[in-house]
């Protein structure tokens, strides 16, 4: 029996077996979408990019050359094939070492939103009553401001800084996972196995974390991996607007902000992270797409 | 009705059309220029103390004696006649002139001349020590100031200072006559009409402030009632144009005919340009580095001068700064008394490097330097940290926004500072004032000059500065200045960098805009176009 076989096997011997067959299965349904397969290259490239980013790039992200002679030169010059920007930095280094900050970002704002979503969203689900009332109202409330305007009044308030950005945008970008984990929640908790798992004797917790959370884990990341591009616009704009990195960091929206004062001459310094930023997000947008088709249940024939 | 409706949107789009190829232009009698115009608190001459603003006053209201812009020591009376000054160096009396009139057809006397001075010490906004420290407060000005005739008065002084100290102080914003019958009228509890004032206008210049719209616009129109040479233009509008390329690309198109805030690179790109002249004037401005006494490794006198030496002058004033700035390095500007202009350090990483290891650091060491976070402070700090990493110092920078870098500086936390000093007025004492005394260097010294900021305990010098203010033989006192420009080139923890060069690009048909030496001097009043 090759492997392949044994995966797909239609009597799994094992709950092993079971377990990988289905996610060999999504694989399956997932490679065979290929704007899902060029939107994980895109991430993984990024990913790839900013664990050997000291290897790849051609020179230092923050110092600069010669100004007098290598100042703004054009793409495709001798040794600098984006261009240089005003300081003479090399700009292909600077996107190479700016994918760490982005992934930074990215990971940071999932790693930190996700959970608080995830955890309002099912307990207020779970318990329904006065709970549930406090607290989609609270998330409500967050709901109600423009993302971008309130990550920038945080980040007023905290001071510039990419640590305070990401905190910004996490403390922002919660209340939609919560919302998605209450609906799933109220779906389930009636079901007979909680019910069940309940008669056992199992605590409030248990259940939450044991079986409603590992039920909401596929739409919401889902959700998040779709968020991703909105993740990165909203840190971009916040570095744009001189509020997240701070220079010499090479932060992809900070540079088209350094760039701006040259577009009509040497439009290349903002185009370049411009065009970075376009293609992580395009990259995010379609490995969200292809992953809610193969992990939706809903959407499934 | 919808075919005449459709009829008639197609003519406006037909005339949109045919309008297209026209060029945009500006009305014949109106001057239109494209100006950062948000730092405007105030229209008040007590008050105004902000580059857009001195420019409006400066070219709205008079000042009681001016100078040729060209020439700053050809001193000679405006609203004023003559002066003379008394024995003991300690009164300056004025005549004023006769028979000038404000816009509002109130005429010009003495009265008025002697409220402005007393207006301005009593409500103490940030300009008024430039007369305070002539002896005057709140209490005694009445005392000081003192009408003796129509149009006679005395200004007097607790010691006997520079006269030409004295009068380039009354060149100043803050010594501007307003019109005291119509300021009066607006008068509400006791404040001198500074609330009115704010947004209004009691001047007798070759304009009138007509209105000023917060970041939008400040609209200027010719004085009927001004009592020289009536300005050729009508209007002159000011429009806040924030972005740099913004302007450049409506002066190219004729929508304004001068942008004031230029980039180097749109200097360069406007170069080549037939129907655009680039103008420009040197401005007062140093661009300087400050560092912290209080750092164990910046304290060292060896450290001080190496750090002068680490610094590429001249490439950075021929890339990112090209045409905004020209190397200088003495505090006194040029074009002041006694100002020094020698150049005598540029790049020397070897020369560092030796000043360093007799300093003890011969490997380097780390500092931090507050940056504030506009374009061109950020890319002069990231120039700067390269060279200073070719002699192994490490040079972190803070970045911050204003408020942030110079509250840290104030304080005197920071390590090293890069900033921006312009001169209050056009006497030498402003800059000696603070770059070469500093009377108390205790952490809770009354008077916090720029030495203070940095702990630079000076005695001797500060002796040697107020030595200067009272000598009134000007070539004598031009020679204490060079000598106290000299010995902070040699000790200093000021690394003096650039002089502020200011670009105005204007369309060809614009003549007689002067660029002076501050902003208050910079006159359309004979623009032509």
Redesign the interface.
């Known amino acids: 029996m090759s492997t392949r076989e044994w995966l797909l096997s239609e009597q799994p011997a094992s709950r092993r077996q079971a377990r990988l067959g289905q996610g060999y299965r999504t694989w399956l349904a997932f490679r065979g979408n290929w704007l899902a397969m060029v939107g994980l290259g895109i991430v993984l490239a990024l990913i790839v990019i900013a664990a050997l980013a000291d290897v790849l790039a051609p020179y230092n992200p923050v110092t600069g050359g010669d100004l007098n002679t290598q100042r703004l030169l054009p793409p495709l010059s001798p040794g600098h094939l984006l261009g240089t920007d005003d300081l003479a930095r090399d700009i292909l280094s600077r996107l190479i070492h700016g994918t760490r900050l982005t992934l930074m970002v990215v990971a940071l704002v999932a790693l930190i939103a996700t959970p608080i979503g995830l955890l309002v969203g099912t307990t207020a689900g779970y318990f329904g009553g006065w709970v549930d009332t406090v607290l989609m109202r609270l998330t409500d409330i967050v709901l109600a401001f423009p993302r971008l305007i309130l990550a920038l009044a945080f980040v007023a308030a905290l001071g510039p800084g990419i640590e305070n950005a990401i905190i910004a945008i996490a403390i922002t970008s919660w209340p939609p996972y919560a919302r998605l984990a209450r609906a799933e929640t109220l779906t389930i908790r009636n079901s007979d196995f909680i019910a069940a798992t309940r008669l056992q004797g199992a605590s409030s917790l248990r259940i939450i974390w044991k079986h409603i959370v590992p039920l909401c884990m596929s739409s919401v990341i889902i959700r998040v991996t779709l968020d991703m591009a909105g993740i990165i616009l909203t840190a971009a704009g916040v570095g744009f607007l001189g509020l997240g990195a701070q220079p010499p960091q090479p932060e992809w929206g900070a540079m088209i902000a350094g760039g701006r004062r040259f577009l009509l001459d040497q439009w290349w310094v903002a185009t370049m992270p411009g065009l970075a930023i376009f293609v992580v997000s395009l990259g995010f947008n379609l490995l969200g797409d292809g992953l809610r088709d193969v992990l939706d249940p809903k959407g499934r024939k | 009705m919808f075919h005449k409706r459709l009829l008639a949107s197609g003519a406006i789009a037909a005339l949109l059309i045919g309008s297209m190829p026209l060029r945009a232009e500006t009305p014949a009698d109106t001057l239109i220029q494209a100006w950062s115009i948000d730092d405007i608190i105030t229209l008040d001459p007590a008050e105004i103390f902000e580059f857009t603003a001195s420019e409006i006053a400066g070219n709205s209201y008079e000042t009681l004696i001016g100078y040729d812009p060209k020439n700053v020591s050809d001193i000679f009376g405006k609203a004023a006649e003559s002066w003379t000054i008394s024995e003991d160096g300690k009164t300056i009396s004025f005549t004023m002139r006769e028979g000038r009139s404000f816009a509002s057809g109130n005429p010009i006397t003495a009265e008025d001349a002697v409220f402005s001075l007393v207006r301005a010490v009593k409500l103490d906004k940030s300009p008024a020590f430039i007369l305070t420290q002539f002896g005057l407060n709140a209490d005694n000005v009445d005392e000081m100031v003192v009408q003796t005739g129509p149009m006679t008065f005395d200004f007097k002084m607790d010691q006997a200072y520079a006269p030409t100290l004295v009068l380039y102080c009354l060149t100043a914003t803050v010594a501007m006559v307003v019109d005291k019958k119509l300021v009066m009228e607006h008068e509400a509890n006791g404040d001198f009409g500074y609330e009115w004032l704010k947004t209004n206008y009691a001047g007798s210049g070759p304009f009138t402030i007509r209105d000023w719209r917060a970041n939008e616009v400040v609209v200027l129109e010719r004085n009927p009632n001004y009592s020289g040479e009536a300005a050729p233009m009508a209007r002159a509008i000011y429009r806040h144009i924030p972005e740099?390329?913004t302007q450049?690309?409506l002066l190219e198109k004729g929508d304004i005919d001068i942008a004031r805030n230029l980039?180097a690179?749109?200097i360069k790109?406007l170069e080549g340009n037939a129907d655009i002249r680039i103008d420009s004037g040197v401005k007062g401005s140093i661009y300087y580095l400050g560092m912290n006494q209080k750092n164990e490794f910046l304290g060292k006198p060896e450290v001080r001068q190496a750090m002068k030496y680490l610094v590429?002058y001249q490439?950075?004033a021929?890339?990112?700064m090209a045409g905004k700035v020209k190397v200088h390095q003495a505090f006194l500007p040029e074009g002041f008394l006694g100002a020094l202009n020698d150049n005598p350090f540029s790049l020397n990483v070897e020369k560092a490097k030796e000043l360093l290891a007799e300093a003890g650091v011969p490997d380097g060491f780390t500092v931090t330097m507050d940056t504030r976070?506009t374009?061109e402070i950020?890319?002069m700090g990231?120039?700067i940290?390269?060279t200073m990493?070719e002699a192994g110092i490490t040079l972190e920078?803070i970045?911050?926004?204003g408020q942030q870098t110079l509250t840290k500086y104030r304080a005197r936390n920071h390590d090293i500072y890069i900033g921006r000093w312009g001169p209050d007025y056009q006497d030498p004492h402003t800059n000696a004032d603070t770059f070469a005394r500093n009377p108390d260097n205790a952490d809770d010294a009354a008077s916090k000059p720029l030495a203070w900021r940095n702990a630079w305990d000076i005695p001797e010098m500060t002796k040697a500065a107020d030595a200067a203010v009272l000598e009134s033989d000007p070539d004598k006192r031009a020679e204490m200045y060079l000598a106290l420009q000299k010995e902070s080139q040699e000790t200093s923890p000021f690394v003096i960098m650039f002089q502020e060069i200011e670009v105005l690009g204007m369309r060809n048909n614009v003549e007689g805009f002067i660029v002076g030496p501050s902003f208050n001097d910079n006159s359309f009043a004979h623009v032509t176009k």
């Open positions: 740099t390329a450049r690309l980039a690179e749109d790109a590429d490439t950075i021929d890339t990112i976070n374009p950020t890319a990231q120039a940290q390269q990493a920078l970045p911050g926004d």
